[in-house]
C-alpha cells in the first residue's frame, strides 16, 4: 500500500482583495471581489512507504498547496487524496497521529520555553505512553545532538538549533510519513548540510515516508531519491534524482586552467564559454561528442595544468525544466 | 520654510493621518455615546438631590460629554514616541532641524484637531438627546471648546513626556495607564470635582489633571467667563511647565544617546 | 468514553505549560500584575466616591459594586491569564498560524486560545479576590456560588471574543473591531444593574455579552437561588457552544483555502 496517493488533485482558490480597516472588512462580508486561481491543475502520483521525495518548483508553482491538501490543512477541490490509508479531508483528527510536519516559518514549539517543555506537551498531544516517550525523546536527543540546546529558551537559540529541535518534535510520535515545508530556508551552508544529513538518516532508521519542498536543490540531493517538478499547478516530471541529472540535460562542463592565455578548440557539438586568460570552460553536448575526445583534444592542444569535468549547476537542471526544455529530453 | 510653517505642515500630517483612520473615528464616536448613555441613567437614578447648585443630572450629562470630548481627542503619542526611542529611529530624528519633540507635539496636535472636529458633532448631539436638552445656562457652552483644545494639548505634552522615558524605562504603557488614571480621578472625568471629599479635591488642585477634563466640562454648569479665563490662565501655566520639562528631558536624552551612540 | 482521561491529561499539560511560559519573564510578569492591580483600584475609586456621595443607586450600594468588580475582575484575569490566546485569535488567524495546529490531532480551537498568557491577568485575579474578600464574599456558604460565577463571568467573555474573532475568516482584518469589541464588553460589565432596568436596556445587555459577563454572574452572587444558578450556567454552556461552532464553521472555510489572505503557492 502506498503511504501517500493522489490521483488527478485538483485545487482551486477563490481569492478575494485583502481589505483595509474595518470599514472595508464590512464590505469585504458583503460584496466581496473575487477571482479564482487555479493553484494545483491535476496532479498525481504515488509514494512508498519508506521513500524520500523532494518537491520541487518556483513560487507559486503550487508545491505549498499540495503539502496542505497532503497534511489536511486544505480540502482539494478535486480529486483523490489518500495518505496513510485515511482521507485527510474527513480524518484529519485520526490523521494527525500519523503524520509529522514542519513547516519552515511557523514553530509548534513554544518560543519562551526550553524545547523540552514543548516535547512534554507534545507527548500528551500525542498521547504517548511515558516510558515510550522517554525513550524516543532521549534517542532522538542523541541523534540530534540536543543535550543541553533543549534546556535553553526557544528565542535563544539560532535558526538551525531550533530547526533541530522542531524536527525533534516532529518525530516524537513516530508518525508514518513526514512533511517538511522549506526545512532549510534561512539557514547556513553548514546548518543546512546537518540538517539534510540528520533527516535521511532518520528516514532510513525509523522507516518514515519523507516528503520535502523546497526552493534548494541541494535539499533534493542530499536528503531524497526522488524528485516531484511541480509548476504551475502541473506535475513536469517524476523522475529519480540520479536519473534527472543523467537524462535530462545530457551536457557536461569541462574547466581547463592552462599555461597558454589561449587554447584552441573547435569540435562539434562543443561550446565555448566565456572565461579569462587561461582559463577556458566548454560544454559539451553529450549527443554530439564524448567526452574522452575533447578531454583527448584539450590535452594534446596544450599544457593543461588543471583540468575538471562537472556535471552542470542542478539549478540548470531545473531550470530548464520550467523553461519547457523537455524536448531536450532523453529518455532514462 | 521658516519654524512656524515647518510645524504647520507637520500638523497638516497628523491631521491627514486622522482624516484616514475613518473607522477609529466611528469607533470613538460610538463610544461616547455608550458611555452617555451610561452616566444618562445613572445620574437620572441618583434624582435630582444633586448638592451643587444649578446642576442637576442634565448639566451632569453635559459635563461628561465635553470632559470626554477633550480626553478621547488626544492621540496614543506616547507610543510613537515609545516606538522611536526603541527602534533606535530618534537617534536620526533627533538631530533634524526641527526639534524632534516640537515635531511629535505639532503632529499629535493635528491628529487631535480633526477628532475634536470630528466628535464635537457627536458630543453635543449624544449629550442632547440623552440629557434631554441643552443645560440650564448654554451659553456656557460657548467657553468649552478652547479649553477643550487646551485639555489636549496638556495630554498631548505629558504623552510625549512619558513617551521619551522609554529612553531609561523599557516599557512605557503601565507608565502611561497609571498617569491616565491619575487623570481621570484627580480630572474629575465621569463627574466634577464639586463631588469630591473636600481633602481630594485639595490634592486635585495642586495638580495639573483638573485642566484636563473638568476645566472643560464646567462649561456645562453656567456661563463664567471670568472663572473660564482664569482656568484657561492655569492651563497655559501648566503647558508651560510641562513644556519645559519635555525641553529637559529631551536634552538629558540627546545626552544620552550621543553618550550610548543610539 | 476511553477518550477522557488523555483529554484531560492533554488539557491539564496545556495549561501548566501556558503558566509556565507566562512565568518565564518573571519581571515583566510581577511589574504588569502589579501595575494591573494599581490600575484597577484607581478606576474603582470612581465608584468609592459616587457612593460616598450619594450612598445607593437604584437600590446598589457599595457592596454590591464591590461584588460586581470582584466577579468581573476575577472571571476577566482568570480568562486572559489562561486563555490569553483569545486576544490574539483573529492575528492568528490572519497570519496563518493555525496550520501546524492543523497537523496535529488536537482541537485547534482550544490549542489556538490556550496558548498565550496575558501576566496583567493575575493582577486582575489578586484585585478580584480581594475585593470579593472586602465584600464579604468568600465564606462557605457563598463561595460555590462566587466559583461558579466567576467561571460563568470569564467564560462567557471569552467565548464572545472568540465569535467576534473568528469573523477573521470570513473577513480579514478584523483585528481592530475586535478590540474596541472586547473593551467595551469588558466596560460595560462592569456598570451596576438598576442602570439597565428598563426595558430596552435589559434585551441590549442580555443579548450582549456583557450581561452575561457582569450582572447575570453577580445575581447569583448577591441572590444565589436556583433559577439564577441555571440561568448563568445555560448562558455559559451556549455561548461556548456557539463560539465552538463559529470557528469550526470558520476553519471549515479555512480549510477551503478561500479565506481572507489565503496567498496560494
Redesign the interface.
Known amino acids: 500500500m502506498s503511504a501517500i496517493e493522489l490521483e488527478g488533485l485538483r485545487k482551486v482558490f477563490r481569492v478575494r482583495e485583502r481589505t483595509r480597516g474595518f470599514g472595508g472588512a464590512l464590505r469585504g462580508l458583503f460584496a466581496p471581489r473575487t477571482r479564482e486561481v487555479v493553484a494545483v491543475d491535476g496532479v498525481s502520483f504515488a509514494i512508498a512507504p519508506g521513500e524520500r521525495v523532494a518537491f520541487v518548483g518556483p513560487n507559486g508553482a503550487g508545491k505549498s498547496t499540495t503539502l496542505k491538501v497532503l497534511s489536511g490543512i486544505l480540502r482539494p477541490s478535486a480529486g483523490r487524496v489518500r495518505v496513510a490509508g485515511l482521507e485527510p479531508g474527513r480524518d484529519r483528527g485520526q490523521l494527525g497521529y500519523k503524520i509529522g510536519a514542519v513547516f519552515g516559518q511557523r514553530s509548534q514549539l513554544w518560543v519562551h520555553l526550553p524545547a523540552a517543555d514543548s516535547f512534554d506537551l507534545l507527548a500528551r498531544i500525542y498521547e504517548l505512553a511515558p516510558a515510550e516517550y522517554r525513550a524516543r525523546r532521549a534517542e532522538l536527543m542523541k541523534a540530534f545532538e540536543l543535550g543541553e540546546i533543549a534546556e535553553k529558551p526557544v528565542r535563544q537559540l539560532s535558526l538551525g538549533e531550533r530547526m533541530r529541535c522542531e524536527l525533534v518534535a516532529s518525530l516524537l510520535h513516530r508518525p508514518e510519513i513526514l512533511f517538511l515545508d522549506e526545512p532549510t530556508i534561512g539557514l547556513d551552508v553548514v546548518a543546512k548540510a546537518t540538517i539534510r544529513d540528520l533527516v535521511r538518516e532518520r528516514s532510513l532508521s525509523d522507516g518514515c515516508t519523507v516528503l520535502l519542498t523546497s526552493h534548494d536543490t541541494g535539499d533534493m540531493e542530499r536528503v531524497c531519491e526522488r524528485v516531484l517538478v511541480i509548476h504551475r499547478g502541473q506535475l513536469l516530471l517524476d523522475r529519480p534524482v540520479e536519473a534527472l541529472r543523467r537524462s535530462f540535460i545530457p551536457r557536461k562542463r569541462i574547466r581547463v586552467v592552462s599555461e597558454e592565455a589561449e587554447l584552441a578548440i573547435a569540435l562539434p557539438g562543443v561550446v565555448r564559454l566565456p572565461s579569462a586568460p587561461h582559463k577556458t570552460e566548454l560544454e559539451v553536448d553529450l549527443r554530439a561528442i564524448g567526452v574522452d575526445r575533447v578531454v583527448a583534444a584539450i590535452v594534446a592542444s596544450g599544457r593543461v595544468l588543471d583540468l575538471s569535468v562537472e556535471d552542470p549547476p542542478m539549478e540548470e537542471i531545473v531550470g530548464a525544466i520550467y523553461g519547457g526544455a523537455r524536448a531536450a529530453e532523453r529518455t532514462a | 520654510m521658516s519654524a512656524p510653517a515647518k510645524y504647520l505642515a507637520l500638523a497638516g500630517v497628523g491631521a491627514r493621518r486622522a482624516l484616514g483612520e475613518r473607522a477609529a473615528l466611528v469607533g470613538y464616536c460610538v463610544f461616547l455615546g455608550s458611555v452617555l448613555f451610561i452616566f444618562a441613567r445613572v445620574w437620572k437614578l441618583i434624582g435630582v438631590a444633586s448638592p451643587l447648585p444649578g446642576v442637576g443630572p442634565r448639566e451632569l450629562v453635559w459635563y461628561l460629554a465635553l470632559a470626554e470630548w477633550a480626553v478621547l481627542s488626544a492621540p496614543m503619542v506616547y507610543l510613537a514616541v515609545e516606538a522611536d526611542v526603541r527602534s533606535g529611529d530618534i537617534a536620526c530624528r533627533l538631530v533634524r532641524p526641527v526639534p524632534y519633540v516640537g515635531a511629535q507635539i505639532a503632529e499629535a496636535l493635528g491628529e487631535a484637531a480633526v477628532r475634536l472636529l470630528a466628535l464635537g458633532p457627536s458630543a453635543f448631539l449624544f449629550a442632547w438627546f440623552f440629557a434631554g436638552g441643552l443645560p440650564a445656562d448654554p451659553r456656557g457652552l460657548l467657553l468649552a471648546p478652547p479649553l477643550a483644545l487646551l485639555g489636549s494639548l496638556l495630554w498631548v505634552l505629558s504623552l510625549v513626556l512619558i513617551g521619551l522615558s522609554a529612553f531609561w524605562i523599557v516599557d512605557t504603557s503601565p507608565v502611561y495607564w497609571i498617569w491616565q488614571k491619575l487623570g481621570f480621578v484627580l480630572g474629575g472625568l465621569l463627574f466634577p470635582l464639586e463631588l469630591y471629599p473636600e481633602w481630594l479635591q485639595r490634592v486635585a488642585r495642586f495638580t495639573p489633571f483638573p485642566n484636563l477634563c473638568w476645566a472643560a466640562g464646567r462649561s456645562a454648569f453656567g456661563f463664567a467667563p471670568v472663572e473660564a479665563c482664569a482656568l484657561f490662565a492655569q492651563g497655559v501655566g501648566w503647558a508651560t511647565l510641562l513644556g519645559l520639562a519635555l525641553y529637559a528631558l529631551a536634552r538629558r536624552a540627546r545626552a544620552r544617546l550621543v553618550v550610548n551612540g543610539g | 468514553m476511553a477518550k477522557l482521561r488523555?483529554t484531560l491529561?492533554?488539557l491539564r499539560?496545556?495549561v501548566a505549560?501556558n503558566l509556565?511560559?507566562s512565568l518565564?519573564?518573571r519581571g515583566?510578569f510581577l511589574?504588569?500584575a502589579g501595575?494591573m492591580i494599581?490600575?484597577n483600584l484607581?478606576?474603582f475609586?470612581?465608584w468609592g466616591?459616587?457612593f460616598?456621595?450619594?450612598r445607593e443607586?437604584?437600590g446598589w450600594k457599595l457592596p454590591d459594586m464591590v461584588t460586581l468588580y470582584g466577579v468581573v475582575a476575577c472571571g476577566y484575569g482568570l480568562a486572559v491569564a489562561i486563555l490569553g490566546g483569545t486576544r490574539n485569535l483573529a492575528r492568528a488567524i490572519a497570519d496563518?498560524?493555525l496550520?501546524?495546529l492543523?497537523?496535529?490531532?488536537?482541537p485547534v480551537l482550544v490549542q489556538a486560545v490556550a496558548?498565550a498568557s496575558t501576566a496583567s491577568g493575575w493582577g486582575d485575579v489578586v484585585t478580584g479576590v480581594g475585593m470579593l474578600w472586602v465584600a464579604g464574599k468568600l465564606q462557605p456558604e457563598s463561595l460555590p456560588f462566587v466559583i461558579v460565577a466567576v467561571a460563568v463571568s470569564g467564560l462567557v467573555f471569552s467565548a464572545s471574543a472568540v465569535v467576534v474573532q473568528s469573523?477573521a475568516f470570513?473577513?480579514?482584518?478584523?483585528a481592530?473591531?475586535a478590540r474596541?469589541l472586547w473593551n467595551?464588553t469588558l466596560n460595560?460589565s462592569l456598570?451596576p444593574r438598576?442602570?439597565f432596568a428598563?426595558g430596552i436596556?435589559f434585551l441590549l445587555y442580555t443579548i450582549l455579552p456583557a450581561g452575561f459577563v457582569g450582572f447575570v454572574p453577580v445575581d447569583l452572587v448577591r441572590e444565589p437561588s436556583l433559577a439564577q444558578l441555571a440561568l448563568a450556567v445555560g448562558a455559559c454552556v451556549g455561548w461556548c457552544a456557539l463560539a465552538f461552532a463559529v470557528f469550526q464553521a470558520g476553519l471549515r472555510r479555512y480549510?477551503?483555502?478561500?479565506s481572507?489572505?489565503?496567498r496560494?503557492?
Open positions: 488523555p491529561a492533554f499539560a496545556l505549560t509556565r511560559a518565564a519573564l515583566a511589574l504588569q501595575l494599581l490600575n484607581a478606576f475609586a470612581f466616591i459616587l460616598g456621595r450619594f443607586i437604584g496563518g498560524q496550520d501546524p492543523l497537523v496535529q490531532p488536537k496558548s469573523l470570513w473577513a480579514g482584518d478584523v481592530e473591531l474596541q467595551w460595560f456598570y438598576p442602570l428598563g436596556s480549510e477551503s483555502g478561500n481572507f489572505g489565503t496560494p503557492s
